[in-house]
């Protein structure tokens, strides 16, 4: 269920970021390039801001009783 909300945010951003980027100002860019360095750092050192946030708001790291996710 992590999972989910994660890349349900994470596309929300980016695609925010991208529509303010054309309707408001290009460095709005800046966001989506933050965006990006945190899931490359993420990616190297198993640790991300967002992940702790939803875990201490409850949100389960498993997908319930399925066994295969």
């Known amino acids: 269920m992590l999972n989910t909300y994660f ?3 994470v596309g929300t951003m980016v695609l925010l970021s991208v529509v303010l980027t054309v309707y408001v100002n290009a460095n709005w860019m800046w966001f989506t390039v ?3 360095a945190n899931l490359i750092q ?3 050192t198993k ?3 967002l992940e702790t946030i939803l875990v201490k708001l409850g949100v389960k790291k ?3 009783n399925c066994k295969t996710c």
């Open 7 to 9: 890349r349900v945010i």
């Open 34 to 36: 933050f965006i990006g």
């Open 42 to 44: 993420s990616a190297f």
């Open 47 to 49: 640790w991300c801001l």
């Open 62 to 64: 498993e997908g319930g």
